[in-house]
């Protein structure tokens, strides 16, 4: 190895560690030097992505919320989207390890898991999250939301379902929810 290739190398890794030292924990988004409004926002990204579809992915989550496990959810709110301000000024600063963060999700309507039906309710549902500082990071305490599932994923939730379903009868209530799914609209 040439000298000017293992100063190369051994800056890098001074680099690398000076990064490390001076930056503790901004790779995390929920770490305290990052805005309670990226951990809202992380939180609800997976969501819309369906990851609280199943109780065995809670540990996706995990990481952002106080609460120890996924409560069993008898509905999914399906969204188009949702809006979280990174405005501070936005926000409900309670003190300094404890904000409230309003979010603003663009609801299609709910789909109810035991009859495999679709309720079309278009519009705006606002929600307070409340985040406290735990050990250095911000965890979401409240409120507890049935997951709110983006459009998309959910067809493809339903697709899935269809695939696995052998009975007739309810293969074809699936694909009469696929139907409806597929028509919501803002």
Do not use: C
Request: charged share 25%; hydrophobic share 45%.
């Amino acid at each position: 190895m040439t000298h000017v290739r293992r100063r190369i190398i051994g800056l890098m890794m001074g680099l690398v560690w000076l990064a490390a030292w001076a930056l503790p924990g901004l790779a995390q988004t929920s770490s305290v030097t990052h805005s309670p409004a990226k951990v809202v926002e992380k939180y609800f990204t997976l969501d819309n992505k369906g990851v609280r579809l199943d109780a065995a992915s809670f540990e996706s989550v995990a990481g952002y919320v106080d609460w120890k496990e996924e409560p069993a959810w008898g509905k999914v709110i399906v969204i188009h989207g949702f809006t979280v301000p990174d405005d501070f000024r936005q926000w409900e600063i309670v003190n300094r390890l404890e904000v409230i963060v309003p979010v603003e999700f663009h609801v299609l309507g709910v789909m109810y898991l035991d009859t495999a039906g679709f309720v079309p309710e278009p519009g705006a549902e606002q929600a307070r999250v409340r985040l406290k500082v735990k050990n250095g990071r911000w965890r979401i305490v409240e409120p507890i939301l049935p997951p709110h599932v983006g459009q998309k994923r959910m067809l493809n939730f339903v697709r899935q379902a269809m695939l696995e379903e052998k009975d007739g009868t309810r293969q074809a209530s699936l694909a009469a929810l696929q139907e409806e799914l597929r028509k919501a609209k803002e």
